[in-house]
């Protein structure tokens, strides 16, 4: 009975073995570059691009029909137009996520028409991308339905002014370019989320701001001093959450806006 046992012991660890030896890939595992380029969150549907050889965006091609979510995160290649137009194959492509790049999309022109994107997030905090690059990539994306901005210098009104009506939800922070006057002409009808953090904000902008009514979530923070009757806000009477910074001429006192906006959560800071 001992001896059974021992050798069916040996049997099970042989077996171990044997399945090791097929599920590990030396290959793979020996691909130092793809493991730093290759980085999957909770499901085989994001990829994030970390590093600086270009050749890789190519083999997105292999696997772009089941690719949901895309992320370049801190590169320096000095152009990646050839890996931007792989993303024509990405089918299923809802998200782009562009943070930190020390590159310019010097040809997006070649850029195929992302029609599956619906969101879009640019973190240009090195200030890489001109008006007319950032311009480009919205147009890229028609049917955007976010699209977040952050620390974008070269982000004026003009760009945004070629917003798709298809945007719910808006958020533009420290972009000094920024003064709110493109919501004059905003196209949306069904923007339900704006975000505007630090910007230089104008009391144009924040008067075509009380005009939208299907907003829902508001934040507002001017970086300089505006004069605007914050009370005009209370027109927003669909919104379930409005947050004012108090400084630079937003209110002090967020009493009577309380009052007129029985259904909101007012906030301030």
């Not at 399945?19 to 691909?31: E, G, W």
């Not at 890489?128 to 028609?142: M, S, T, V, Y």
């Amino acid at each position: 009975m001992k001896r059974f046992g021992l050798t069916s012991l040996l049997a099970v660890i042989a077996i171990v073995a044997v399945l090791l030896a097929l599920f590990v890939n030396p290959r793979r595992a020996n691909d130092e570059a793809r493991r730093k380029l290759l980085s999957l969150q909770n499901n085989s549907n994001a990829v994030h691009v970390f590093s600086d050889d270009p050749d890789w965006l190519c083999r997105l091609i292999g696997i772009g029909g089941s690719v949901a979510y895309v992320s370049f995160d801190n590169l320096s290649l000095p152009a990646v137009d050839e890996g931007l137009a792989v993303l024509g194959e990405c089918t299923a492509l809802k998200t782009i996520s562009i943070s930190q790049c020390a590159f310019s999309l010097s040809n997006l022109s070649a850029v195929p028409i992302l029609s599956s994107v619906e969101e879009l997030h640019v973190d240009d905090i090195r200030g890489a991308l001109d008006a007319g690059e950032l311009r480009c990539l919205i147009l890229k994306c028609p049917r955007l339905r976010s699209l977040a901005m952050t620390c974008c210098p070269s982000l004026d009104d003009s760009v945004l002014e070629v917003l798709p009506s298809t945007v719910q939800a808006l958020s533009i922070a420290e972009c000094p370019r920024v003064t709110g006057d493109f919501l004059r002409e905003l196209r949306s009808a069904r923007l339900t989320e704006l975000r505007l953090r630090d910007l230089p904000l104008s009391a144009s902008a924040l008067h075509a701001v009380c005009e939208m009514t299907t907003l829902e979530d508001v934040e507002l923070s001017p970086s300089e001093p505006v004069d605007f009757d914050w009370l005009l806000l209370a027109n927003l009477q669909r919104a379930r959450y409005l947050f004012l910074w108090r400084r630079n001429g937003a209110p002090h006192d967020l009493d009577v806006l309380e009052e007129k906006m029985p259904n909101t959560l007012v906030m301030g800071e």
